[in-house]
C-alpha cells in the first residue's frame, strides 16, 4: 500500500495514527491505515510490533486459516499460544489494534481471557445466517458489543450464504439487520475482503459496494445508522484505540 500511496499521493495519505486520519479527510483524500495480516513473525521478535507500530502499522492479526506460532484460523482447533498472548500484550502496549477475523473458537476464547483493550474483526459475517466457522457467533458478537468493539462486514459469497448463491443486496443487509439485532449498531462497519475473495457481482467493487447506503435507505435503515456503517462507526472506533 505505500507504493500505491505514493503513486496515488494526490488521492492518499499514509495514516500513522488516529490525529492524521480527519485531516487527510478533510482534504478529501483517502486515508490509508497499514495493517499486517497472519503477523508470524512477530513471534521471533515480539519487539518488532513497537519498531513496526512507529513505521505506523496500527492493525494486525495473529493468524490467517491454518496452525501457527502465534494463533490459529479456523482449519485447526487450537488456541493462542504462550507467543501470541505475548504478542498480544505487546500490540496493547503499542497502541496496535488486534483483527480477530482469522482467529478460530479456541482462540477467541483465549483472547477474551487476557484483551484489556477493544479490538476489531475487519471482515466477519454473522454464523446464525451463514454456518461457515469464519463467521462470527452471536455470543461473539455481543461479547464485541459489550467491549465497544468494531466488525466490518464481508462481502465473500461463501460467508454471506451457505450456497454462495448471493444474487443481490438482500443477503449482505440480512447480516447487517442480525448484527443490529444483537446490539451492535454503533459497532459495524463494511469490511469487503477485496483481496482474492470470491465476491457477488452486487459488491465485487468499491462503486458497487458504495450502492449498499442507498439500498439500507430504502429499506427503511436511518441516515444516521448507514452512515455508522459506511464510516461513522469506524473513524469513532479509530479516533479512540489507534495510538
Same mark, same amino acid.
Given at each position: ?110 483472547? !477474551? ?103 439500507? !435507505? ?19 472506533? !479509530? ?5
Amino acid at each position: 500500500m505505500s507504493g500505491q500511496a505514493m503513486l496515488n499521493h494526490d488521492r492518499m495519505v499514509n495514516v500513522r495514527s488516529a490525529a492524521d486520519i480527519r485531516p487527510a479527510l478533510k482534504d478529501g483524500k483517502i486515508a490509508c491505515i497499514h495493517t499486517i495480516e497472519n503477523a508470524t513473525f512477530f513471534a521471533e521478535d515480539p519487539a518488532l510490533i513497537e519498531v513496526l507500530k512507529s513505521l505506523g502499522v496500527l492493525m494486525s492479526s495473529l493468524s490467517w486459516n491454518a496452525q501457527g506460532p502465534l494463533a490459529s484460523g479456523h482449519d485447526t482447533h487450537a488456541g493462542l499460544t504462550a507467543a501470541g498472548i505475548e504478542a498480544l500484550t505487546q500490540m496493547e502496549h503499542a497502541g496496535m489494534v488486534l483483527d480477530v477475523s482469522h482467529l478460530n473458537d479456541h482462540g477467541f476464547a483465549d483472547l !477474551l481471557e487476557v484483551a484489556a483493550k477493544p479490538f476489531v474483526a475487519t471482515h466477519s459475517n454473522a454464523r446464525a445466517l451463514c454456518s461457515h466457522k469464519r463467521n462470527l457467533t452471536d455470543d461473539m458478537i455481543r461479547e464485541m458489543v459489550r467491549r465497544d468493539c468494531l466488525i466490518g462486514l464481508n462481502y465473500f459469497v461463501k460467508f454471506l450464504r451457505d450456497d454462495g448463491d448471493v444474487k443481490s443486496l438482500d443477503d449482505l443487509y440480512r447480516h447487517a439487520m442480525h448484527f443490529f439485532e444483537l446490539g451492535a449498531r454503533k459497532n459495524l462497519a463494511l469490511g469487503s475482503d477485496f483481496d482474492g475473495a470470491v465476491l457477488p457481482p452486487c459488491l465485487d467493487s468499491p462503486e458497487k459496494a458504495a450502492d449498499f447506503y442507498e439500498y439500507l !435507505l430504502s429499506r427503511g435503515v436511518s441516515q444516521q445508522d448507514a452512515d455508522g456503517i459506511f464510516f461513522e462507526n469506524a473513524r469513532t472506533f !479509530l479516533r479512540k484505540n489507534l495510538g
